[in-house]
């Protein structure tokens, strides 16, 4: 957990006199558009990316496909958004690969760990960099396996960031095992190019349990969607075993789901003010793990249906002002513990948020940082060996840092909605994935009194 030496601007995060009763559209998936990104650059056809994410996350995927001869225009067009709107498209140009070339990963897991396959295939040599942050986030495991692999990687055995990917224009593949008890992005990553591997891969997960298992289940949907042949557990493949054929990757055009993580502060909203929020375009069928939240939410006080409207379908999420503590397990869910953490933390009793160990070793340590953060407030939270125990207390005003972390920033909004005088520390960094939440949130607030 590091914060930043450079201290920006404190947001004054808003506190909401009344209940919240509002409609939110949220942007699209950065798991998704970022997949999909890599999928269209390996294709041996042009696609589309209707309504993707614009975020720091994926301008850096998007640009970093660029630097290694991918062709992405940006277009609007009326066809990529809900009738009678419209939205982004991005048409995806595949290239031969080639370097030299230069990524800056910043502080994104699925940029510094989707592309240095993806660079095996690649003419020449890619070099990776990124934000300190990015430096002390595991790495090591998909470097061991890219080499198992037949890829020439320097990283002078640091197992981390800098290096260089010394691409030979094609990888043998074939099978590895790796330990991905750190982030499931690790199998991912060997699985989305896959496909073009000569010998396609087979990914052996040896480690201890694997989390956020949604995220995997996502690159096995969509790698399918582009005609790749995957056998996985959950087919009747071997346990902890994955395995894609060689084949070739299909264009396609794919319109991105909202990021239902990034809906969590306005479900979140809903539930601690005993409000209503509609989220528009909530899928009925999903890999997101952002869906959890139906029933997540609704076991700490609120209830959701689906509802269609005139303007189209949505999710309606609804609180009574009251939230109940929660003892739930949250290993295939991790990224939503920071705004679970905030909800629990104003709940009427005791929570018990585990199998989440894993996020010590995100954007930043967010367990930690959540202990340390709601604990300032006047909160009573410990950390356990695998998660969080929170104890409800009256909480007060301050600074709530957020290490640069955007689901800190987002989490530490919601306590601010109904404790007054808490102020966010660097607002900005919810850029990473959710551009203009503080616009988003005042507009949110805007029938709820401010």
């Known amino acids: 957990m590091t914060e930043s030496s450079v201290q920006p601007a404190l947001w004054p995060a808003p506190y909401a006199n009344g209940s919240v009763k509002a409609t939110v559209t949220v942007p699209g998936s950065k798991s998704v558009t970022n997949r999909g990104l890599v999928l269209a650059a390996l294709a041996a056809e042009p696609g589309w990316l209707r309504r993707p994410l614009r975020s720091r996350d994926t301008l850096l995927m998007a640009d970093a496909l660029r630097a290694m001869g991918v062709g992405i225009e940006e277009t609007v067009s009326s066809s990529s958004a809900a009738p009678g709107h419209t939205g982004e498209a991005w048409r995806v140009i595949p290239a031969g690969l080639y370097g030299p070339a230069t990524v800056d990963v910043g502080n994104a897991g699925t940029v510094m760990r989707f592309l240095p396959p993806v660079a095996a295939l690649a003419d020449g040599p890619v070099r990776f960099d990124g934000d300190p942050r990015a430096y002390e986030r595991p790495l090591g495991a998909v470097i061991a396996a890219l080499r198992v692999l037949g890829a020439r990687i320097d990283d002078e055995n640091r197992g981390a960031l800098p290096l260089t990917v010394q691409g030979a224009g094609a990888l043998d593949g074939g099978s590895v095992e790796i330990d991905a008890s750190?982030?499931?992005?690790?199998?991912?990553?060997?699985?989305?190019?896959?496909?073009?591997?000569?010998?396609?891969?087979?990914?052996?997960?040896?480690?201890?349990?694997?989390?956020?298992?949604?995220?995997?289940?996502?690159?096995?949907?969509?790698?399918?969607?582009?005609?790749?042949?995957?056998?996985?557990?959950?087919?009747?493949?071997?346990?902890?075993?994955?395995?894609?054929?060689?084949?070739?990757?299909?264009?396609?055009?794919?319109?991105?789901?909202?990021?239902?993580?990034?809906?969590?502060?306005?479900?979140?909203?809903?539930?601690?003010?005993?409000?209503?929020?509609?989220?528009?375009?909530?899928?009925?069928?999903?890999?997101?793990?952002?869906?959890?939240?139906?029933?997540?939410?609704?076991?700490?006080?609120?209830?959701?249906?689906?509802?269609?409207?005139?303007?189209?379908?949505?999710?309606?999420?609804?609180?009574?002002?009251?939230?109940?503590?929660?003892?739930?397990?949250?290993?295939?869910?991790?990224?939503?513990?920071?705004?679970?953490?905030?909800?629990?933390?104003?709940?009427?009793?005791?929570?018990?948020?585990?199998?989440?160990?894993?996020?010590?070793?995100?954007?930043?340590?967010?367990?930690?940082?959540?202990?340390?953060?709601?604990?300032?407030?006047?909160?009573?939270?410990?950390?356990?060996?695998?998660?969080?125990?929170?104890?409800?207390?009256?909480?007060?005003?301050?600074?709530?840092?957020?290490?640069?972390?955007?689901?800190?920033?987002?989490?530490?909004?919601?306590?601010?909605?109904?404790?007054?005088?808490?102020?966010?520390?660097?607002?900005?960094?919810?850029?990473?994935?959710?551009?203009?939440?503080?616009?988003?949130?005042?507009?949110?607030?805007?029938?709820?009194?401010?």
């Open 182 to 450: 750190a982030s499931s992005q690790f199998v991912s990553s060997l699985l989305l190019s896959g496909p073009r591997f000569n010998q396609g891969v087979e990914v052996r997960h040896v480690g201890s349990a694997l989390p956020s298992m949604p995220h995997i289940r996502m690159t096995v949907d969509m790698l399918r969607g582009v005609g790749a042949q995957v056998d996985e557990p959950e087919t009747g493949g071997e346990p902890d075993v994955w395995r894609v054929s060689p084949s070739a990757v299909l264009g396609r055009d794919l319109t991105v789901e909202p990021d239902l993580s990034n809906a969590q502060p306005f479900l979140a909203a809903a539930l601690v003010t005993g409000g209503r929020v509609t989220i528009p375009d909530w899928p009925e069928r999903t890999t997101q793990p952002g869906d959890a939240l139906r029933r997540i939410f609704t076991e700490m006080g609120g209830s959701c249906a689906f509802t269609t409207t005139a303007e189209g379908g949505g999710l309606t999420f609804r609180g009574t002002g009251r939230v109940h503590g929660i003892d739930v397990d949250l290993s295939e869910v991790g990224e939503l513990t920071p705004g679970i953490a905030a909800v629990a933390a104003l709940a009427d009793s005791p929570s018990t948020l585990r199998g989440v160990s894993h996020l010590r070793l995100h954007e930043t340590d967010r367990l930690a940082a959540l202990t340390k953060e709601i604990n300032e407030l006047g909160g009573d939270v410990t950390e356990t060996a695998d998660g969080l125990h929170i104890r409800p207390r009256p909480l007060h005003g301050g600074v709530f840092h957020t290490y640069d972390d955007h689901r800190m920033a987002t989490a530490g909004s919601v306590i601010g909605l109904v404790t007054d005088g808490v102020e966010i520390e660097n607002v900005g960094t919810t850029a990473k994935t959710l551009p203009d939440f503080p616009l988003m949130w005042a507009g949110m607030l805007a029938g709820a009194g401010v």
